[in-house]
């Protein structure tokens, strides 16, 4: 008959209504309670009350998914009726529920664990109670674990990737990879220049993490990268256009990545742009400069100015000879670059330019000495710039010293030698003048056909400029340019192109008479008519004591013979006393050569 006895139903339980006598209800147990698991009949106690489920769990009546009818219909019979609430997980071993972890979740109403939301997903908190909780964190990216069911992992973006740049709730599909940056952009994790830490705290979280690399630069308008050009360079990590190294500097290609790139090229030299930051700029060294020898590279000060070449000495980029386009092509590349400067030498020794001496020249633009113009010839000045500057001095004449190349010489002209002109024939130069001492002869300087005088025995016809030997009875002594000297009226010469006036004689029977005293002029004519001359020939009479002399007294002399016919008495020579002849009507005494009076009979 016990099953007749009033029983607890499976899931309910109790509740005293009266102490005293007993008297029990029972009621469905939910919200998280259970009741019975097998019907209790005949209750006498109030030990079947229901029964709250363990922490973090709850009875499937309270669950939101459920319809109403649903929860209605839920028999929470017993521990075993207990599911976890939502955000926790359940223990199978421990029958007991737990707060889901970070990163996990878990809808509850099940006896389960927590779910993770995937590797590298994250939640906002513990407890989560959905899938939606889960997030990509910012800067993450994810991939496919299984496609079904669908399951995701993410993971940080490094590399030059980047991830998502906010936090993606309850990712359904893939579509939040990690995204490649643009080209010739990459991300900061990469950086050399960041610790390891540095690099790992990184977070690339959208298209705005990438940075230009290292040697190209940004263009902030359109978020691309491109290579840094010739003469720029970027340590990359940034969001800036690429660096000039300075105006003039240069780097060896494209995509240079640090200033330590840019160089001072081959025969430039810098200058300060400004001062703090120092920044140059390199220039061409021209004009009389020269830069650096070799390529300098990260110039950190302004040591490598163009230098100016020592004294007399300049670049070849100023030769006049050279074309606009030679000029500049020129690379003044060290001190090896100066050359002598025009009507300057270059001592090869020293390195250094000296002034070219009187008598060499120098078009400069080499690295060689003075050029001599050759022996004899001079300049007017030192510092002559070219050949053209040399002449020939006057009275100087040249011969050769080689033929190919043409090399002359110069000498001074005298005794009509070297390949001087030569004087017309009977002239010659002053050098040659016997009256001058060796000093005078050395100074003379025969300058042309003016130079030229006539030589001894010859006279000078001013008109033609030309000598004629000087006739008889005439003389000269030369070294002038005036006509022969007549040696006076009457005087001889033995021959023609007498030398001086002592050469000059009175003949024999012939007697001076002066023309003039001062200065002492004589002609010397034939003595006649009694009278004798000279017995033998005077030769430079330099005074009147040569005159016709008188026969003595009663004497005479042949020319008045009248026997003799004219022509016996033009040929009549009286020289000497001894031409004396007695006159007519005197006789001789031979003895002692007097005369008498001849008796008369």
């Known amino acids: 008959m016990a099953s007749a006895l009033p029983y607890v139903p499976v899931g309910y339980g109790t509740s005293i209504v009266t102490s005293s006598p007993l008297v029990l209800n029972a009621s469905r147990c939910t919200g998280g309670t259970y009741g019975v698991s097998s019907a209790v009949y005949g209750p006498t106690d109030n030990s079947n009350t229901c029964q709250s489920c363990p922490s973090g769990m709850t009875t499937q009546d309270t669950n939101p998914a459920y319809s109403g009818a649903q929860q209605a219909a ?24 737990y707060l889901c972890a970070a990163n996990t979740y878990s809808p509850g109403y099940t006896q389960t664990a927590c779910s993770s939301c995937g590797t590298g997903l994250l939640t906002a908190s513990t407890g989560s109670t959905s899938y939606s909780s889960c997030y990509v964190p910012v800067g993450y990216g994810t991939s496919i674990v299984t496609s079904s069911p669908l399951v995701l992992n993410a993971s940080r973006c490094t590399g030059g990737t980047y991830g998502v740049s906010s936090a993606v709730y309850g990712p359904a599909d893939n579509s939040n990879t990690c995204q490649s940056c643009p080209s010739g952009t990459t991300t900061q994790d990469t950086n050399p220049a960041y610790s390891g830490a540095q690099q790992a705290a990184v977070i690339n979280g959208g298209s705005g993490s990438c940075v230009n690399s290292a040697g190209y630069g940004y263009n902030s308008t359109s978020g691309l990268a491109y290579l840094c050009g010739v003469g720029t360079y970027s340590a990359g990590y940034t969001q800036t256009a690429c660096r000039s190294c300075g105006t003039g500097l240069l780097t060896a290609s494209t995509g240079s990545t640090s200033y330590s790139n840019c160089y001072v090229p081959i025969g430039y030299g810098t200058s300060i742009v400004t001062s703090s930051p120092l ?18 590279y990260g110039p950190t000060d302004n040591s490598n100015t ?4 020592p004294s007399g000495t300049t670049t070849q980029d100023t030769n006049p000879a050279y074309s606009g386009a030679q000029q500049a092509a020129v690379i003044n590349n060290g001190s090896g670059s100066c050359v002598n400067s025009a009507g300057y030498g270059y001592n090869s020794t ?26 004899g010839l001079l300049t ?12 020939v001095p006057a009275g100087y004449g040249t011969s050769i010293v080689t033929s190919s190349p043409l090399v002359l010489s110069a000498s001074r002209c005298t005794d009509n030698t070297n390949t001087c002109k030569s004087c017309p024939s009977g002239t010659t130069t002053q050098d040659t003048n016997p009256a001058y001492s060796g000093a005078q002869q050395a100074a003379v ?26 006739a008889v009875n005439t003389y ?8 022969c000297s007549s040696c006076g009226t009457g005087l001889l010469t033995a021959s023609t192109g007498s030398t001086s006036y002592s050469s000059c004689y009175v003949p024999v029977g012939y007697g001076t008479s002066i023309v003039t005293s001062s200065p002492l002029v004589v002609n010397a004519s034939r ?5 004798y001359g000279v017995s033998s020939a005077v030769y430079g009479p330099t005074d009147n004591s040569n005159a016709c002399q008188s026969c003595p007294s009663g004497m005479t002399t042949q020319d008045t013979n009248p026997a003799y016919s004219a022509g016996q008495k033009a040929a009549v020579i009286n020289n000497g006393l001894g031409s004396c002849v007695n006159s007519a009507g005197y006789g001789y005494n031979s003895t002692v050569q007097q005369l008498y009076v001849a008796c008369v009979r």
């Not at 028999?75 to 529920?97: D, E, F, H, K, R």
């Not at 007017?380 to 002449?391: E, H, I, L, R």
């Not at 030229?452 to 000087?470: D, K, P, R, W």
């Open 74 to 97: 839920v028999i929470n019979n017993g521990s075993g009726s207990c599911v976890n609430s939502a955000g926790y997980g359940y223990n199978s071993t421990s029958g007991l529920a």
């Open 279 to 296: 920044v140059l700029s390199a220039s061409r060294c021209t004009g009389g400069t020269y830069g650096v020898s070799s390529a300098v």
């Open 306 to 309: 163009c230098q100016s070449c």
């Open 350 to 375: 020293s390195g250094l330019a000296y002034l070219c001496a009187v008598g060499t020249y120098s078009a400069g633009y080499t690295q060689a000495a003075c050029s001599s113009c050759g022996t």
């Open 380 to 391: 007017n000045s030192t510092g002559s710039t070219s050949y053209s500057s040399c002449y």
């Open 445 to 470: 300087i025969n300058n042309g056909l003016g130079s030229c005088v006539n030589s001894a025995g010859y006279g000078y016809n001013s008109t033609s400029g030309l000598a004629y030997l000087c």
């Open 476 to 483: 000269s002594p030369g070294y002038t340019q005036a006509a």
């Open 527 to 531: 003595c006649t008519g009694g009278t």
